[in-house]
């Protein structure tokens, strides 16, 4: 056997050890093998080796076994791109166990690309270590900021860069923000300013020309937050309990705590097992947008309904996150928009069709409305909904305009002809 064919067979096994240790499905171990030998066949062919298939020779193999594909069976497959979306999760699964890290980061092809990289992370550690912004805000405006590059063409390359124009900005503008609505186009100009702002503060530019980009005006609270009624939640919810499956389980507990705590979507999946006390009765939250920890009390049903999930329905794992995803490899949720998923079928699923918004946050504004319907002050429903201020809270007053509206003033008929 040669080097290359051991080195595969290996990487094949660490492949079959990988899903059997985390619990795959034997069909899907079977399903997702197959594929691999067919992909590793390929690579072979190409006088490829496994450590060196990037993006290029996955698309390569795909267009190959879908010509392979239409050999067998005479036909193309019934549904095209669930074909390519089964191939490349396979692919993804097994090229991340081969590098460590999929997508892989591949070497700059050409000199401008290189010198985008280099200024991407200058950037970011500026902003880190100057700005002390967080990685989420890094990451995003980074990204920005290697789009604007992309979009400069030759522009961007590191000698023309010092002679960016207001009408190179105005051109880029104008193409990216093209359709987009007020709120996007305004977060668009403000990672513009700042990747702008850097570029002048380390002498790339001549100019600073962060003060030309100027985007739409938003005042503070200019929309109205959306919110389920009252009687939405629970047909919601009472629809959801009477589902006994793992994944009814799991639904009901994640939206008995959007419910109850008006919690954000990143908050629930970050919770963790020690979060949870359940001899003192209580809930510790990490707040995702201010970073406090809130000690809430366990309420019965929202316990209960974690608790059921926990016992019936949790995957069995090492992992302290509460939820899990329900099918192999049983990983922790890396952000919160599977509550978006959640609570769109569920809603469907209960009949409902809300008025303006139908995530995380109509569960969370709807539980504002009930704090504020009960005379809870603002700076309690700040904290409940931990929020720095009670000024954050006074949005959802908005909310509350059918309470005002039952308040109107007895105006005599005389003031009135």
Known sequence: ????????????GEFEIHLRTHRYAAAIQRRYLWIAQRFVDYLGR???AVEAAHAPECEDFLRWELRSWRRRYRRDPRNIFEWRRRY?????VFLRLVHGHWPAIGTPVTAIEAFHRDLAQ???????????????????????ALEFLTELGPRGEQESLAHLGVRDIDAYLQQRCKGLRRRTIEGYTVCLR?????????????????????GPRIYDDEQVPSALRPEEVQTVLEATRQDYSPI???DYALLM????YGLRAGEIVTLRLEDIDWQKESLRVRHSKTGAVSELPLLREPGEAVLSYLEKARPESERREVF???????QAYKGGSILNCVIGARLKMAGITPRGRKGPHAFRHARAVSLLRAAVPLKIIGDVLGHRSAESAAVYLKLATEDLRAVGLNIPKEVLS
């Not at 056997?1 to 094949?12: K, P, Q």
């Not at 200058?122 to 920005?144: H, V």
């Not at 899990?324 to 049983?330: E, H, N, S």
Request: charged letters at 20%; hydrophobic letters at 35%; aromatic letters at 6%.
């Open 46 to 48: 190409q006088c490829i």
């Open 257 to 260: 705590l959007l419910a109850t």
């Open 88 to 92: 490349k999760t396979v692919m993804n």
């Open 194 to 214: 700042s990747f702008l702002r850097y570029l002048h503060g380390s002498g790339r530019t001549a100019l600073d020309l962060s003060s030309t980009v100027i």
């Open 1 to 12: 056997m040669s080097i290359e064919s051991s080195s595969t067979a290996s990487r094949l």
């Open 122 to 144: 200058g950037y970011d550690a500026w902003m880190r270590e100057l700005r002390g912004q967080a990685s989420g805000t890094r990451s995003t405006r980074t990204t920005q």
């Open 248 to 250: 009814g389980r799991r």
């Open 324 to 330: 899990l995803q329900v099918r192999a490899p049983y």
